[in-house]
């Protein structure tokens, strides 16, 4: 994991056919801490994280930290989508060995292949290994492209909405390997619908609605009542440190 | 896939290429024996005295069957990994090479050297002249996949590009129709540009096997390097992108080398239907889905059903020779109609 300037958003707007997907985002990113995008849908969630990821550039501001070509910025940040269809039948071990391609370039070393099991055992999933991607169910489709994030030694991890299809088991073995990552000095920045689930897992929260930054900070600066009521509509109480939400029909 | 199966697998393949070269030079109209071939060898270097038997099964194995032969099996292979590109390229395991118009821009070519009387007066014209009309094609797609990104959020620029290579063809095809009407009022210069235009092994000399190897072994190259970074593909274009591929020069690279192969294919051997989207499809069964495999294997295999197709054409109706695109029609339609038949497994739902 190599050093350098931490990512940030300097007064980044992305506009795409005259809609504002974000709308002058400041935000700065530590590593080894796990910060959360929450938002409602349309909010701009998946939107930053393209921007961060280098994938999209922004119509209006800059991404601090970007890496000074596309392939460096790769190194830097892997980003996960929510889904992602694998267009033919490969193995579920070449699946996870292309989350190395920055590095490999194509030509992966048996010290690579290695990493793969690693990273498939630390999931739970080495057993899919031979099994075709394509023959998975969602669940364990999304468990092999998480190994496939997870096995880049980047700065920054970017999961959009990374627990979707996961059974609870499977979500929360999920959340300690993401803990233990932060803690070896990973960025991680994790989209959430989950308020909840947000609040028991992440260190930082950017509050994102219309693609406006309404709140960010730490989980006592960022979440209050008042914002999840007004940003989701819902009845959010904090009891005890734990929030339980409710809504009306 | 175990490393055993993969071996065999590679091992079929290259002794089915081996049987099909040897067979496709000995049989033919005149099936040729193996004494009067090495009576020809040795009078041509001098070893021995020449029979006619062995004069006359020289002359047929050197300028006949072995630039025919070679002429097969090149375009084979170069069509088989223009497919695997092409599929590769669009994330679509029923692509065809022939997607982006590049061969129908070789057929307007000849057909329009036909109706000048070109391709007659100059017989070097016509594969020059198809060849120049295939990669001109290829570079319309080009300028459209240049154009398409501007459009990414009506559809995704490889859809937008693939759209475009359907009108192309129409058009082109639209183009070709209206040449050969034009040709009709002589029968002889009709005849000869449809029976081109049908693609076939006829009559195919060492021009014809310069024109398909050297577009090949430049395919196969960029081909082969090219490969990962299509395996990286199948995960989508963003991922791809954020995996550090460079979708512009991937896109570029992989269209342009497509446009060669399919160039120089038809340049030497009109239309060979299918080869492209079949072959493809069966190495990728045999091997699994990593590009670099299935462009080698795509190309032995390829090289080996056109090679067959062009054996049987002789056959079938002898002493008439059939076009081989019949056979690999007649063989990549009934293919393709089971694919669709059976429930989908890969490719993007």
């Known amino acids: 994991m190599t050093q350098h300037e931490p990512l940030g958003l300097n007064n980044v707007s992305y506009v795409v056919a005259k809609h504002r997907s974000l709308d002058q985002v400041n935000s700065q990113f530590a590593r080894g801490k796990i910060t959360a995008l929450i938002g409602p849908n349309g909010a701009g969630k998946s939107t930053l994280l393209k921007v961060l990821a280098g994938i999209i550039s922004p119509t209006e501001g ?146 994102l609605k219309q693609g406006r930054v309404v709140s960010q900070g730490s989980l006592n600066q960022a979440l209050t009542e008042g914002l999840a009521e007004n940003v989701f509509g819902v009845k959010a109480n904090n009891a005890a440190g734990r929030w339980f939400i409710s809504g009306e029909l | 896939m175990t490393t055993k199966r993969r071996r065999s697998v590679w091992i079929v393949s290259l002794a089915s290429l081996g049987a099909m070269l040897i067979a496709s030079m000995i049989f033919g109209g005149t099936p040729l024996a193996l004494d009067d071939i090495i009576n020809g060898l040795g009078a041509m270097f001098g070893n021995a005295n020449p029979t006619d038997a062995g004069t006359m099964a020289w002359t047929i194995l050197t300028e006949l069957r072995i630039p025919r032969t070679l002429t097969a099996a090149l375009v084979g292979a170069a069509l088989a990994v223009a497919g695997v590109l092409a599929q590769g390229l669009f994330r679509e395991n029923l692509a065809s090479p022939t997607v982006l118009g590049t061969e129908a821009g070789g057929s307007i070519a000849a057909a329009l050297a036909f109706m000048l009387g070109w391709a ?124 550090s591929i460079d979708l512009t020069r991937l896109r570029r690279q992989t269209i342009g080398v497509i446009g060669l192969l399919v160039a120089g294919a038809v340049a030497a051997a009109g239309a060979l239907p299918f080869v492209g989207l079949i072959v493809p499809h069966i190495s990728r069964r045999l091997i699994g889905a990593g590009h670099r495999g299935l462009v080698a294997l795509s190309a032995i295999q390829g090289a080996t059903l056109v090679l067959t197709a062009d054996l049987a054409a002789r056959w079938m109706r002898a002493p008439i020779e059939l076009p081989a695109s019949i056979l690999t029609s007649a063989f990549g339609a009934t293919f393709f109609l089971l694919l669709l038949s059976r429930p989908a497994k890969g490719g993007v739902q």
């Open chain 2, 120 to 243: 007659h007066e100059y017989p070097m014209f016509l594969p020059i002249a198809a060849f120049v009309g295939a990669i001109a094609t290829t570079l319309m797609a080009l300028a459209v996949a240049k154009r398409s990104q501007s459009h990414e959020s009506i559809t995704s620029s490889t859809t937008h590009l693939m759209l475009s290579g359907f009108a192309i063809n129409a058009l082109l095809g639209a183009g070709t129709s209206y040449l050969i009407t034009m040709t009709l009022e002589e029968p002889g210069r009709s005849g000869r540009a449809l029976s081109f235009l049908i693609g076939g092994l006829a009559a195919k000399g060492y021009e014809h096997v310069l024109i398909s190897g050297v577009t090949l072994a430049i395919g196969l190259a960029i081909g082969l390097r090219v490969a990962s970074a299509l395996d990286v593909l199948s995960l989508g274009e963003e991922t791809a992108q954020s995996l």
């Open chain 1, 62 to 207: 800059h991404v601090i930290g970007l890496g000074k070509t596309p392939k460096d910025h790769s190194k830097i940040c892997t980003w996960l989508p929510p889904t992602t269809q694998v267009a033919f039948d490969y193995s579920v071990f070449e699946v996870v060995r292309m989350g190395l391609f920055p590095w490999h370039q194509g030509r992966p070393s048996r010290k690579d292949d290695e990493s793969v099991m690693a990273a498939l055992t630390d999931l739970c999933a080495h057993e899919l290994a031979d099994r075709s991607i394509t023959q998975l169910s969602s669940g364990e489709r999304q468990r092999v492209m998480l190994a496939r994030a997870l096995i880049a030694p980047s700065s920054y991890l970017l999961l959009d909405e990374p627990l979707t299809n996961l059974d609870l088991q499977t979500s929360f073995m999920m959340l300690n390997v993401l803990r233990a990552r932060a803690k070896s000095g990973t960025g991680i920045i994790i989209s959430l619908h989950d308020i909840a689930l947000a609040a028991e897992l992440t260190d930082d929260f950017v509050c």
